[in-house]
């Protein structure tokens, strides 16, 4: 299993916090078996089985993101100390791909250990998720940069074009989905605290 892999920074964390396959199973009201396979990388979560994980292990879902413990630090000019990177370049994004859901998250900030968090979201045609609440207050801004999204608030549907954004209470978030049929959907997400 690779050393960065999802399924090993599960696990990883698990033992870190002392907990057994069966106590996250209880906690998450996932199987044993299915949080196994998920850790040996033989399955991929659902992002609502991700985030229940995530909630039960006390971290960020993004926290399953290559490089997420660790600010992007860059050689300094003299000496050998490291100093702070504040760019994240297109081609060395943390990713987060769901199959499951059809969604792909790009981290577009350097860390999680910021005030905010910001990422790009993708989903393809007839893909989308049901939202989960956080586990704390947040606010959110979308920004829909190509294909149609269509964003569940309450009991309201609100489908964004390119160039629309929308602002909103975390809580009130219940689905995203892209509403193109042939494109995929995709949109700049920036949530305060940083809780995803």
């Known amino acids: 299993m690779p050393p960065d892999s999802m399924g090993n920074r599960i696990k990883e964390r698990r033992a870190e916090i002392g907990l057994s396959l069966r106590e996250l199973a209880d906690k998450t009201d996932l199987t044993a078996s299915f949080i196994s396979q998920v850790e040996r990388n033989q399955t991929k979560p659902s992002i609502d089985s991700l985030r229940r994980i995530a909630e039960a292990l006390g971290v960020s879902i993004l926290f399953f993101l290559a490089d997420h413990a660790q600010p992007r630090r860059i050689p300094a000019k003299r000496g050998p100390s490291l100093k702070y990177s504040p760019i994240v370049r297109a081609n060395a994004r943390s990713k987060l ?9 790009e981290l577009l900030v350097p860390d999680l250990a910021r005030q905010m968090e910001a990422f790009c979201g993708r989903l393809s045609p007839h893909m989308g998720n049901v939202a989960r609440r956080l586990r704390a207050p947040t606010e959110e801004f979308i920004y829909v ?16 074009c390119p160039g629309d954004s929308i602002y909103f209470e975390g809580a009130a978030l219940q689905k995203l989905e892209c509403a ?17």
Do not use: K, M, Q
Request: aromatic fraction near 8%.
């Open 97 to 105: 791909i769901l199959p499951v859901s059809g969604v792909t998250y």
């Open 145 to 160: 940069l190509s294909g149609g999204l269509r964003v569940g608030l309450n009991d309201e549907e609100h489908i964004l």
């Open 180 to 196: 193109s049929s042939d494109e995929d959907a995709v949109w700049i997400s920036v949530i305060t605290p940083p809780v995803f």
